[in-house]
Every structure is written in structure tokens, then in C-alpha cells.
């Protein structure tokens, strides 16, 4: 199995020079005490071949150890295949903290941060708007998801990672990002009995990806768990947009979830219902 711990995919991350005026990369890559990562710029290639650049504000070293630290605490106990995802990307969501705190200028303070400082939540129902909400006008304390559980009445195509709007079925907007935060998909997992969906697309930027199939009937059979991984991750960064739309090919209750994390301020972080 590929590695699973977030600490030592940072310490093992060789790149470009950490610091200003290091001739070389510090011997254990991002995952330092001390000293602040230089500004960078990101680049990014959509499914047409645009190049976006992201900058990447200068950070302490402690904050992104900060970052690492309290992921792996909060992966300890989760399945070995979805730890392993976190630490494949991690060099990936370090980026993000990185791009989201060049507007909230204050870095990464994670579970004792608080005002513009950063911190991470893995993802949950309640963070997401609800596709299948059908009451236009309802109100807004209705626009959440209150579970993944869902319904297919039999074979078709639905959105999936969608606005919180009041568009209605299946014709909502796409999630947006705002100017503090980022968020990154990595894979899905479905612990459903019989698993109800087997593609989905991304749309990036009003860009479609390729169609990816999710085999959840066979995916880890000797473990026990349905777990697919994403071809490539999806990233969306700050004043970015994106949605997901599934492909569900029978009738049965699905219990499709993205398997990721959701980079915000302290100050958007303190409303249990949503945070």
C-alpha cells in the first residue's frame, strides 16, 4: 500500500527551493519547524488546455506542519485507502492552504485558529446544497444536504456537488468559491448495500471533463469498502467554480460521498449546522 501519512508525503516532497536563498530544498521537503515558504505561482491546465496561474502567498513552515499534523491526527482512525489518497495529494493541498491565504493573509492556525487564520474540515453532507431540492422560494435553512443517502427512482443522470440555490432539480448552479477558501475532491467513496451510480463528469470553470467511471462493485472487494479514486483531483480554488454531475444506472438507495477537504477562516468556521 502507498504511503499513508500526510507528514511524511510533505518530508519526502522535493522541489524548488523552500526559502529565499536556499541553493537546494530543505531535507525534509515541506514539513519544517521553522523558517517561511517563499511566494510562488501555481499553474493549473483546464480540459481545454487554458493555463491558469494561482499565487501561492508566503507561509511559515509551522503552519503547513500545523496542517500536516492535524490531518493525519484526523485520519488516524479512517480507512488506510482514503488516508493513502490525503497523503498522495498532500504536496497538492498544501498548494491550496497556500493559494486561499494569499486573500486571507493571516496563515495556517488550524483548531486554534481563529479570525482570517485558516483551517481544514473534511467533508460532510451538511457542507454541500441539497440537488434534489424541488420547493422554489423554500427557506434557506431547507438548502442543505441532511444526508448522502439518496433515492434513484432508476437510470439516469443527476447533479451531484451543486450551488446552494433554489434553481431546483437538477438545473442548479454551479458551487462556487468565494475569495477566503478552496476546496479539494480527491476520490468518492459509496458504503452502500448496492451502489446505485457508476459514472460521473466534472465540470470545471463551465469546462466538462471527461466522463470517469466509478466500478464501486468492484473496487476493494477484499477489503470491504468502495473507494474510487479520481483520475486527477479536483482542485477549486478561490472565485473558482465547479460541479459534478452522476450517472445512476438502476433503482436502489445510494450513498455516493466525495472524499476530500474544505480549506476556510476561523471566523466562517464557528456555525455547527454548516461549517
Known sequence: MDNTSVVEALKAHRGEPAQTGDPVPFPNGLYQPSGRLKEQMLKTITPTGEIREHRMAEIDFADIKIFADELDIALQLQNPLVQSLFAKNAVGLANLIRVVNTESA????????????????????????????????????????TSWIRAIAGALSLQFIIASDLLGVNVHDPLAMGTTEGLAIL?????????????????????????????????????????????????????????????????????????????????????????
Open 106 to 145: 493571516s496563515g495556517f492556525k488550524g483548531t486554534n485558529g481563529s479570525g482570517r487564520q485558516l483551517d481544514a474540515l473534511l467533508l460532510r453532507a451538511e457542507q454541500f446544497g441539497d440537488p434534489d431540492l424541488t420547493t422554489v422560494g423554500a427557506p434557506a435553512f431547507q438548502l442543505p444536504r
Open 187 to 275: 476520490g468518492f467513496a459509496n458504503p452502500a448495500a448496492a451502489p446505485c451510480v457508476d459514472a460521473l463528469q466534472i465540470t470545471y470553470l463551465a469546462q466538462a471533463y471527461n466522463v470517469q467511471n466509478l466500478d464501486f462493485e468492484l473496487a476493494n472487494p477484499f477489503i470491504g469498502d468502495a473507494i474510487c479514486e479520481l483520475k486527477q483531483p479536483l482542485f477549486v480554488y478561490p472565485r473558482e467554480q465547479a460541479r459534478i454531475d452522476a450517472r445512476y444506472y438502476k433503482v436502489g438507495l445510494d450513498e455516493l460521498r466525495p472524499i476530500g477537504l474544505w480549506v476556510k477562516m476561523a471566523q466562517n468556521l464557528r456555525l455547527l449546522a454548516s461549517s
